[in-house]
Protein backbone atom coordinates (compact mmCIF):
# COMPACT_ATOMS: atom_id res chain seq x y z
CA UNK A 1 0.00 0.00 0.00
CA UNK A 2 1.17 3.09 -1.38
CA UNK A 3 2.02 5.81 1.78
CA UNK A 4 2.84 9.51 1.42
CA UNK A 5 4.73 11.51 3.83
CA UNK A 6 5.07 15.49 4.12
CA UNK A 7 7.62 16.71 6.56
CA UNK A 8 7.63 19.42 8.54
CA UNK A 9 3.60 19.54 9.48
CA UNK A 10 4.06 23.33 10.25
CA UNK A 11 6.42 25.68 9.10
CA UNK A 12 6.91 29.47 9.59
CA UNK A 13 9.57 31.54 8.02
CA UNK A 14 10.28 35.55 7.48
CA UNK A 15 9.02 36.92 4.30
CA UNK A 16 12.08 37.08 1.37
CA UNK A 17 13.51 33.39 3.14
CA UNK A 18 13.97 30.46 0.37
CA UNK A 19 12.04 27.63 1.48
CA UNK A 20 12.14 23.63 0.59
CA UNK A 21 8.97 21.67 1.32
CA UNK A 22 9.27 18.17 1.68
CA UNK A 23 7.21 14.72 0.46
CA UNK A 24 8.27 11.20 0.38
CA UNK A 25 6.61 8.15 -1.08
CA UNK A 26 7.26 4.40 -0.10
CA UNK A 27 6.25 2.88 -4.16
CA UNK A 28 8.24 3.76 -6.50
CA UNK A 29 5.63 2.53 -9.32
CA UNK A 30 3.90 6.00 -10.13
CA UNK A 31 2.63 7.93 -12.85
CA UNK A 32 3.51 11.30 -11.84
CA UNK A 33 3.80 13.60 -8.73
CA UNK A 34 1.77 16.82 -8.02
CA UNK A 35 1.83 19.99 -5.78
CA UNK A 36 -1.20 21.76 -4.76
CA UNK A 37 -2.06 24.63 -2.73
CA UNK A 38 -4.98 24.97 0.15
CA UNK A 39 -5.96 27.71 1.51
CA UNK A 40 -8.72 27.99 4.67
CA UNK A 41 -11.76 26.67 3.45
CA UNK A 42 -11.13 26.43 -0.16
CA UNK A 43 -10.10 23.69 -2.96
CA UNK A 44 -6.90 22.64 -3.75
CA UNK A 45 -5.30 24.14 -6.88
CA UNK A 46 -2.56 22.45 -8.93
CA UNK A 47 0.67 24.18 -8.97
CA UNK A 48 3.21 21.64 -10.17
CA UNK A 49 2.61 17.94 -12.26
CA UNK A 50 6.10 15.89 -12.74
CA UNK A 51 5.84 12.56 -14.96
CA UNK A 52 7.62 10.04 -13.34
CA UNK A 53 9.85 10.20 -16.08
CA UNK A 54 10.84 13.70 -15.55
CA UNK A 55 13.25 15.34 -12.96
CA UNK A 56 11.42 18.70 -12.15
CA UNK A 57 9.45 21.26 -13.23
CA UNK A 58 9.19 25.36 -12.97
CA UNK A 59 6.45 27.42 -12.77
CA UNK A 60 7.82 31.00 -11.54
CA UNK A 61 8.86 30.87 -8.10
CA UNK A 62 8.19 27.42 -7.53
CA UNK A 63 10.20 24.39 -8.30
CA UNK A 64 9.41 21.02 -7.96
CA UNK A 65 12.22 18.42 -7.97
CA UNK A 66 11.43 14.14 -8.42
CA UNK A 67 13.69 11.59 -7.27
CA UNK A 68 11.54 8.28 -7.83
CA UNK A 69 14.62 5.45 -7.24
CA UNK A 70 14.52 7.05 -3.28
CA UNK A 71 10.91 8.26 -3.17
CA UNK A 72 11.47 11.69 -2.79
CA UNK A 73 9.99 15.13 -3.93
CA UNK A 74 10.62 18.93 -3.11
CA UNK A 75 8.79 21.96 -3.43
CA UNK A 76 11.07 24.61 -3.58
CA UNK A 77 9.61 28.23 -3.25
CA UNK A 78 12.06 31.12 -3.49
CA UNK A 79 11.87 34.86 -2.29
CA UNK A 80 8.92 33.67 -0.32
CA UNK A 81 6.17 36.07 0.58
CA UNK A 82 2.64 36.57 2.74
CA UNK A 83 0.84 35.70 0.13
CA UNK A 84 2.29 32.24 -0.23
CA UNK A 85 1.20 31.21 3.41
CA UNK A 86 -0.90 28.02 2.63
CA UNK A 87 -0.84 24.72 2.99
CA UNK A 88 0.81 22.43 0.79
CA UNK A 89 -0.27 18.90 -0.31
CA UNK A 90 1.49 16.28 -2.59
CA UNK A 91 -0.39 13.41 -4.39
CA UNK A 92 1.17 10.60 -6.24
CA UNK A 93 -0.54 8.68 -9.11
CA UNK A 94 0.15 5.52 -7.98
CA UNK A 95 -0.21 2.50 -11.24
CA UNK A 96 -1.66 -0.47 -9.31
CA UNK A 97 -4.43 0.87 -8.31
CA UNK A 98 -8.65 -0.31 -8.87
CA UNK A 99 -9.04 -0.85 -5.18
CA UNK A 100 -10.32 1.41 -1.83
CA UNK A 101 -6.72 3.19 -2.36
CA UNK A 102 -7.64 4.62 -5.50
CA UNK A 103 -4.80 5.64 -7.64
CA UNK A 104 -4.27 9.52 -6.34
CA UNK A 105 -2.63 8.98 -2.56
CA UNK A 106 -2.35 12.25 -1.19
CA UNK A 107 -0.09 13.18 1.74
CA UNK A 108 -1.18 14.97 4.91
CA UNK A 109 0.44 18.54 3.61
CA UNK A 110 2.83 21.29 5.30
CA UNK A 111 1.27 24.74 6.42
CA UNK A 112 3.36 27.07 5.74
CA UNK A 113 3.37 30.80 7.02
CA UNK A 114 5.22 33.51 5.73
CA UNK A 115 5.46 36.59 8.29
CA UNK A 116 5.72 39.87 7.05
CA UNK B 1 -14.45 28.82 -18.55
CA UNK B 2 -13.72 24.69 -17.41
CA UNK B 3 -13.54 23.89 -14.70
CA UNK B 4 -15.00 21.83 -11.53
CA UNK B 5 -18.26 23.47 -9.59
CA UNK B 6 -19.47 22.20 -6.54
CA UNK B 7 -22.51 23.12 -4.90
CA UNK B 8 -23.97 24.12 -2.70
CA UNK B 9 -21.06 25.33 -0.77
CA UNK B 10 -22.72 25.07 2.41
CA UNK B 11 -25.17 22.84 3.37
CA UNK B 12 -26.49 21.93 7.07
CA UNK B 13 -27.97 18.75 7.48
CA UNK B 14 -30.40 17.41 10.22
CA UNK B 15 -30.04 14.17 12.32
CA UNK B 16 -31.82 11.39 10.00
CA UNK B 17 -31.69 13.21 6.31
CA UNK B 18 -30.22 12.49 3.54
CA UNK B 19 -28.36 15.27 1.62
CA UNK B 20 -26.47 15.30 -1.72
CA UNK B 21 -23.60 17.56 -3.05
CA UNK B 22 -23.73 18.18 -6.73
CA UNK B 23 -20.77 17.76 -8.17
CA UNK B 24 -20.05 19.09 -11.93
CA UNK B 25 -17.42 19.47 -14.27
CA UNK B 26 -16.99 20.71 -18.23
CA UNK B 27 -13.45 19.25 -19.04
CA UNK B 28 -14.41 16.24 -20.64
CA UNK B 29 -12.91 14.11 -17.97
CA UNK B 30 -13.23 10.54 -17.54
CA UNK B 31 -12.43 10.03 -13.63
CA UNK B 32 -13.88 11.74 -11.07
CA UNK B 33 -13.36 11.63 -7.02
CA UNK B 34 -14.97 12.61 -3.94
CA UNK B 35 -12.54 13.02 -1.03
CA UNK B 36 -13.46 14.08 3.06
CA UNK B 37 -11.27 16.37 4.39
CA UNK B 38 -11.42 16.70 8.08
CA UNK B 39 -8.80 18.64 10.33
CA UNK B 40 -5.45 16.73 10.64
CA UNK B 41 -6.63 13.84 8.98
CA UNK B 42 -5.89 15.13 5.62
CA UNK B 43 -7.76 14.35 2.17
CA UNK B 44 -9.62 10.58 2.68
CA UNK B 45 -11.34 8.77 -0.57
CA UNK B 46 -15.02 7.95 -0.33
CA UNK B 47 -15.80 7.08 -4.28
CA UNK B 48 -13.68 7.33 -7.32
CA UNK B 49 -15.39 6.69 -11.09
CA UNK B 50 -12.96 6.48 -13.62
CA UNK B 51 -15.73 5.99 -16.56
CA UNK B 52 -19.46 6.44 -17.07
CA UNK B 53 -21.71 4.09 -15.23
CA UNK B 54 -18.48 2.94 -13.23
CA UNK B 55 -17.69 3.34 -9.64
CA UNK B 56 -15.56 1.99 -7.24
CA UNK B 57 -15.38 2.56 -3.57
CA UNK B 58 -12.62 4.12 -1.36
CA UNK B 59 -11.43 3.64 2.27
CA UNK B 60 -14.70 5.62 4.33
CA UNK B 61 -17.52 4.74 1.47
CA UNK B 62 -19.72 3.73 4.70
CA UNK B 63 -22.52 5.40 5.36
CA UNK B 64 -22.36 7.52 1.41
CA UNK B 65 -23.62 6.55 -2.34
CA UNK B 66 -22.70 8.18 -5.06
CA UNK B 67 -23.96 7.83 -9.33
CA UNK B 68 -22.07 8.45 -12.71
CA UNK B 69 -24.87 8.80 -15.37
CA UNK B 70 -22.98 11.16 -16.66
CA UNK B 71 -19.82 12.20 -17.73
CA UNK B 72 -20.22 15.57 -16.85
CA UNK B 73 -21.63 14.91 -12.98
CA UNK B 74 -20.30 12.86 -9.83
CA UNK B 75 -22.96 13.59 -6.87
CA UNK B 76 -22.61 12.09 -3.62
CA UNK B 77 -25.48 11.29 -1.47
CA UNK B 78 -24.46 11.45 2.59
CA UNK B 79 -27.24 8.72 3.91
CA UNK B 80 -28.50 8.92 7.39
CA UNK B 81 -25.61 5.78 7.75
CA UNK B 82 -23.36 8.56 8.01
CA UNK B 83 -22.73 8.48 11.63
CA UNK B 84 -20.50 11.67 12.04
CA UNK B 85 -20.85 13.80 8.34
CA UNK B 86 -19.66 17.17 9.43
CA UNK B 87 -17.06 17.73 7.40
CA UNK B 88 -15.14 19.24 4.31
CA UNK B 89 -16.24 17.39 1.08
CA UNK B 90 -13.78 17.74 -1.63
CA UNK B 91 -14.53 17.07 -5.76
CA UNK B 92 -12.18 16.06 -8.27
CA UNK B 93 -11.48 15.23 -12.01
CA UNK B 94 -8.89 14.03 -14.01
CA UNK B 95 -8.92 13.29 -17.91
CA UNK B 96 -7.87 9.30 -17.55
CA UNK B 97 -7.20 7.79 -14.16
CA UNK B 98 -3.92 7.38 -14.89
CA UNK B 99 -1.03 9.86 -15.83
CA UNK B 100 -2.73 13.11 -15.49
CA UNK B 101 -3.69 16.21 -13.69
CA UNK B 102 -6.36 16.30 -11.27
CA UNK B 103 -8.30 19.44 -10.72
CA UNK B 104 -10.37 20.12 -7.53
CA UNK B 105 -13.56 22.22 -7.03
CA UNK B 106 -13.82 24.40 -4.36
CA UNK B 107 -16.07 22.56 -1.48
CA UNK B 108 -18.39 21.68 -0.01
CA UNK B 109 -18.79 21.88 3.91
CA UNK B 110 -21.39 20.19 5.75
CA UNK B 111 -22.98 20.44 9.25
CA UNK B 112 -24.79 18.55 11.11
CA UNK B 113 -27.35 20.78 13.45
Known amino acids: KQEVTQIPAALSVPEGENLVLNCSFT??????LQWFRQDPGKGLTSLLLIQSSQREQTSGRLNASLDKSSGRSTLYIAASQPGDSATYLC???????????????FGKGTKLSVKP | DGGITQSPKYLFRKEGQNVTLSCEQNLNHDAMYWYRQDPGQGLRLIYYSQIVNDFQKGDIAEGYSVSREKKESFPLTVTSAQKNPTAFYLC????????????FGQGTRLTVV
Open chain 1, 27 to 32: DSAIYN
Open chain 2, 92 to 103: ASSLFPENTEAF
Open chain 1, 91 to 105: AVNIRDYGGSQGNLI
